[in-house]
Every structure is written in C-alpha cells, then in structure tokens.
C-alpha cells in the first residue's frame, strides 16, 4: 500500500486537509496501515487533483490563511477500489524490545524487568487506544479491525506476562548468541 492508496482510503471516509490527512495517518485510525510524512502528502494530493481523483476546495479561515479541503471523486474511489485487489505487502514489524529481550544475557535482570515492564505499559495503553476507537465508530469493517487488534495485543499482553519471569531468569547470563548456541 502506499500513500496515495491511504489518501484516497482517508478521503473515502469523509473530506479531509493535508495536515488532516497527516494527523490521522499519524495519530488516528489510520495510523496502523501505512507510514507517510508531510513531504509525501502534499505532492500525492497534487497528482491526486491533476488526475481527478480528488476535488480540492478553499476554506476561509478567521486569522489565518485559507484551508485547502479535498474531497474524493468517483474517479478516485473506483481507483482506490482498484488498489485494494492488490495483495498487500507482508507487514512489516520491528521491535527495540525484542532486541533487548534476544540480548538477555547480557545485561542485569533490572534492565530486563524495565523494559518488560515498559512494554506491557505500551501494550496496555494501545489496548485503550483501539477499544476507545472500537466504542467510537460502529463501521462493520472497522469494528472487526479492532476486534482483530484487542485479540492480537492481548496476546502479546498474555504471553508477556505469563512469560517474563523466564525472560528476566536469563539476564546477566553472559552469553553471546555464539556461546549460546554451542
């Protein structure tokens, strides 16, 4: 997917500015799908309009210069519904806390118990993040989207802590991962 895709996806659920665009790519429900900056949006809203896939209008603002608001064409949603008969990339996870969980060995029990302790907080907090989002819009897809999203990080919250008294057994152990594999 990529970030005219998520524009276009944005726009289908309702008008929307750039820096609208940004926040909910960012901070919002879109957040979980695609990465884009502010550097990509503006240019991707530009080729949007020039091949009609988006309206864009002006919108006064008190104070302040005019808000450009764009809106999706039918143009545009049968593209968008094109893209989505794509097959989607595989997704893409990284983690820091893995990287310190896999270097257990080589560290104190209270590094480990910090960072197992951080990342059940963060799995928490996203856990009230999605069931606020799943309260909020009662859209059939985006309810399953965050009923898949409880069940996934709930998971994660149910083996960490099930778990972490064994990852925290193995800190200070000293070993490389070539020692470990001998």
Not at 65 to 92: C, M, N, Q, W
Not at 107 to 116: K, L, M
Not at 130 to 156: F, M, N
Request: aromatic share 8%.
């Amino acid at each position: 997917m990529n970030t005219q895709t998520l524009i276009l996806a944005i726009l289908n659920f309702g008008d929307a500015s750039g820096y609208e665009i940004k926040k909910e790519s960012s901070e919002g429900v879109y957040s979980y799908f695609v990465d884009i900056s502010y550097g990509s949006i503006y240019p991707t809203l530009a080729k949007l309009e020039a091949e009609e896939f988006v309206t864009c209008r002006s919108e006064t603002q008190s104070g302040k210069p005019d808000k450009k608001v764009y809106s999706i064409t039918d143009k545009g949603r049968a593209e968008f519904i094109s893209a989505l008969s794509i097959p989607p990339a595989h997704d893409k996870f990284k983690s820091e806390f893995l990287l310190v969980a896999m270097s257990a060995g080589l560290t104190s029990p209270e590094v480990i118990t910090r960072a197992i302790d951080n990342r059940i907080r963060e799995m928490e907090e996203l856990v009230e993040l999605i069931s606020g989002l799943r309260s909020e819009c009662d859209h059939p897809a985006t309810q399953w989207i965050t009923s898949y999203g409880l069940h996934v990080k709930g998971a994660d919250l149910d083996f960490l802590r099930n778990n972490r008294d064994s990852l925290i057994a193995m800190a200070g152990l000293n070993k490389t991962l070539d020692q470990a594999a001998e």
